[in-house]
């Protein structure tokens, strides 16, 4: 146990700020048998934190709101895990979908687009993406 809680130290002095450092450290601790056995737990977590950063926000504490959603990045990243899902792959795809469905809504609004309202842009948007979903069916 000494050797797992030298890595662990060793962890938390190196600041480890990316993903891969939670991995790191969610593989340690699961040693200790500190894991998650369903997504119902990690759900549960999160809606947990995503609570807790609710309040930070109406507190304004800066501070506190940046712990907050770090909470939050960390257990999904560990749902990413747990999933066995490479969160950058799910991101970069995320991102394109985005992208394209923009391009469809500045198709649509043409040289009006700084002109939609935020209820123009969610019409767009279920346009957007209903002509993806038939073009990917």
Known sequence: HRDLHLSIRRQRQMCIRDRVGTDKITNVVKEYGFK?????????????EINELKEAIKSKNDSEIKNEFGDIYFT????????????????????????????IIEHHAGDNIKKQTPKDFQRLWQIAKKTLMKKNS
Not at 36 to 48: A, P
Not at 86 to 97: C, D, R, V
């Open 76 to 103: 999904l990243l560990n749902l990413s895990n747990f999933l066995k899902i490479n969160p950058e792959s799910a991101l970069q795809k995320t991102n394109k979908k985005f992208l394209d469905r923009f391009s």
């Open 36 to 48: 998650w056995e369903s997504t119902d737990q990690i759900f549960e977590k999160l809606e947990e």
